[in-house]
């Protein structure tokens, strides 16, 4: 499943910015952070000066060590990461019960575990 190799260049969604670096989501599986040191030569102040929330956008791997916990290690530096659209979002649906349906299952599950937890008393 190692579909990710290093200097290879993906496109991704930007998930969340934090002043340490840009989280990005490569597919259903991955995703990768381009650390603020990966961003520019320059010194970044702030790294949504460069991204915003949703944005899709071009990365180079620069660190594949980590695809077994299905992280990337990506870089901005000296490319044209940009895409100039936004990540297709699937609007999830709120169903009419709202949280009634765990408040409905709640119960179920504390009993069962209870009756788990009794077994295996009952065992030892």
Same mark, same amino acid.
């Given at each position: 499943?190692?579909?990710?190799?290093?200097?290879?260049?993906?496109?991704?969604?930007?998930?969340?910015? =934090?002043?340490?670096?840009?989280?990005?989501?490569?597919?259903?599986?991955?995703?990768?952070?381009?650390?603020?040191? #990966?961003?520019?030569?320059?010194?970044?102040?702030?790294?949504?000066?460069? !991204?915003?929330?949703? =944005?899709?956008?071009?990365?180079?791997? !620069?660190?594949?060590? #980590? $695809? =077994?916990?299905?992280?990337?290690? $990506?870089?901005?530096?000296?490319?044209?990461?940009?895409?100039?659209?936004?990540?297709?979002?699937?609007?999830? !649906?709120?169903?009419?019960?709202?949280?009634?349906? $765990?408040?409905?299952? $709640?119960?179920?599950?504390?009993?069962?575990?209870?009756?788990?937890?009794?077994?295996?008393?009952?065992?030892?």
């Amino acid at each position: 499943m190692n579909q990710y190799k290093k200097n290879q260049i993906v496109k991704g969604c930007v998930t969340g910015i =934090e002043k340490y670096g840009i989280f990005v989501s490569l597919d259903d599986y991955y995703s990768g952070l381009i650390h603020i040191s #990966e961003i520019s030569d320059f010194f970044v102040k702030n790294p949504a000066d460069y !991204v915003h929330i949703g =944005e899709t956008i071009r990365a180079r791997v !620069v660190d594949d060590s #980590e $695809l =077994e916990s299905f992280h990337v290690k $990506l870089s901005i530096k000296n490319m044209d990461y940009r895409f100039n659209k936004q990540c297709r979002r699937v609007k999830i !649906v709120e169903t009419s019960k709202g949280f009634m349906t $765990l408040g409905e299952s $709640l119960p179920i599950w504390i009993l069962s575990k209870k009756e788990e937890i009794k077994e295996k008393m009952q065992k030892n």
